[in-house]
């Protein structure tokens, strides 16, 4: 009994398991489940909507495909691949919880998360707060002239905006510019004294990418590859991630 | 977010000459060039234990080992050797703190609290008074579990800690810490607002 529902072995056939197995090299060894536990007995997300990753690459595996691609548990468990490196198998199953959600009707996924991704395909930013890229060049000129006048030893720092030919193409959480600006000034700083030669990019300079969680390849694509394009064309040698 | 680039970067074949990087490297590079000249001396009579909150995505999932030593490196030049007191498990064995995966924007509040027990215990175990959370998931996850739980040890920023240690970090750019580090090595301490 499950959920107070028998399980039928007789249906046999997964579906969902298959698919996501044709995606992957090795079928994510999806099969190769030894049902030993280390998973579960690792997993943060264990008890939670009285799921576990065990549990749930079973479930999927007797073709319980309803259940697996209805159960709210697969947007609480972070897809933190912890499961697959204690995993004697090395099974995929966080591979099988983002397909999982892909699964879901977008519109029924948790609308936070697609909040955040909706407001990065607002504009060219790719900020989940939905900065547009000439609020974010205020910010950094604003801050920046801040930090020059009230702190004299730094009067020659910079923070370039789409610089040719930086070495690093750095991005930065859409938090710092738009709740806490004061916040940029510690890692400006930190670039100064090094004397690294780097730029934000005016498209793709945020660094959260929600679509990603939000288990929608085609914005996760469209962001990355912006930030990606951009990046390019600045021809940085380095694409610097703060987070 | 360094996952989100180099898994999107392979998932979907994007073509590209940068090398993909996570700025802890960099930290951990420029300290041992000697262009960071960090030190521990601020905390030498404060004694202050700090921890660190391996961020999944960046350590497991993407660099593994190697960067969860650089990280402990930086954090250890910067608080002392003898203030720095490691998680277990940790490194790429780390426990996830729960804000990822879109987590913190889910809705799921209790659950995301009951799913970061484990990391509450985890940091509690050390007796550390900050962890240190260089992924702005983590910083906020943790700093919640803190309140919620009532261990109260803060959560500290890398970039913060870095410039605290220079002598750089304005009064302004520390709002966030505890009373325990609110007058250490103030910056240009007339610019407080």
Redesign the interface.
């Given at each position: 009994m499950l959920n107070g529902k028998t399980i039928d072995l007789g249906r046999g056939t997964s579906t969902f398991m298959r698919k996501v197995q044709d995606l992957l090299p090795e079928g994510g060894n999806l099969n190769m489940c030894l049902t030993c536990g280390a998973c579960s007995a690792?997993c943060?997300?264990t008890?939670?909507?009285g799921m576990d990753p065990r549990k749930f690459l079973r479930m999927a595996a007797m073709g319980m495909d309803e259940e697996v691609t209805s159960t709210?548990w697969v947007?609480?468990?972070?897809?933190?691949?912890?499961c697959i490196?204690?995993c004697p198998m090395k099974i995929d199953i966080p591979r099988l919880v983002y397909e999982a959600r892909a699964s879901w009707p977008r519109e029924s996924r948790?609308?936070?998360?697609m909040?955040?991704c909706d407001m990065a395909l607002r504009n060219e930013s790719g900020s989940a707060m939905g900065t547009a890229p000439q609020d974010f060049a205020f910010v950094v000129e604003d801050m920046l002239e801040e930090c020059r006048e009230?702190?004299p030893?730094?009067a020659d720092m910079e923070a370039p905006i789409d610089k040719e030919g930086a070495e690093f193409?750095i991005n930065q959480?859409s938090?710092e510019p738009v709740t806490e600006p004061?916040?940029l000034?510690?890692?400006w700083?930190?670039l100064h004294?090094?004397?690294?030669d780097w730029t934000y990019g005016s498209k793709g300079w945020a660094?959260?990418?929600?679509c990603?969680?939000?288990a929608d390849?085609q914005s996760?694509?469209h962001?990355?590859?912006q930030?990606?394009e951009k990046?390019?064309a600045l021809r940085?040698?380095?694409?610097?991630?703060?987070? | 977010?360094?996952y989100?680039?180099r898994?999107?970067?392979k998932?979907?074949g994007?073509e590209?000459?940068?090398?993909?990087?996570?700025?802890y490297e960099?930290?951990a590079k420029?300290i041992r060039e000697g262009?960071?000249k960090v030190n521990s001396d601020w905390n030498r009579e404060l004694g202050l234990k700090f921890t660190v909150q391996d961020?999944?995505q960046?350590v497991?999932?993407s660099y593994g080992d190697p960067i969860a030593d650089d990280l402990r490196f930086v954090v250890k030049s910067l608080v002392g050797e003898e203030n720095f007191i490691d998680m277990v498990p940790n490194r790429?064995?780390?426990?996830?703190c729960?804000?990822?995966?879109?987590?913190?924007?889910?809705?799921?509040r209790d659950?995301?609290l009951?799913?970061?027990?484990?990391?509450d215990e985890q940091i509690r175990a050390t007796g550390a008074d900050y962890c240190v959370a260089?992924?702005?998931n983590c910083h906020a996850q943790i700093h919640e579990l803190s309140e919620h739980y009532g261990g109260h040890y803060g959560v500290v920023?890398l970039?913060?800690l870095?410039?605290l240690s220079?002598g750089?970090?304005?009064p302004?750019?520390r709002?966030y810490l505890g009373d325990d580090l609110r007058e250490v090595n103030v910056?240009?301490p007339e610019?407080a607002v």
């Open positions: 690792g943060p997300a008890g939670l909507e709210p947007w609480m468990c972070t897809m933190c691949q912890r490196y204690v948790p609308k936070g998360i909040g955040s009230s702190q030893e730094f193409f959480n938090r004061e916040e000034m510690p890692l700083k930190i004294v090094v004397g690294a660094a959260e990418n929600y990603m969680f939000l390849d996760w694509e962001i990355t590859r930030s990606a990046a390019a940085c040698k380095v694409f610097l991630n703060t987070e | 977010m360094t989100s680039v898994a999107g970067l998932k979907f994007i590209h000459r940068f090398e993909v990087k996570n700025i960099y930290y420029w262009k960071l961020p999944c960046i497991r999932k790429s064995n780390n426990y996830c729960g804000g990822g995966g879109g987590f913190l924007q889910s809705g799921f659950q995301r009951a799913y970061g027990r484990v990391k260089a992924c702005h920023h970039w913060t870095i410039c220079l750089i970090l304005g302004n750019e709002t910056f240009h610019t």
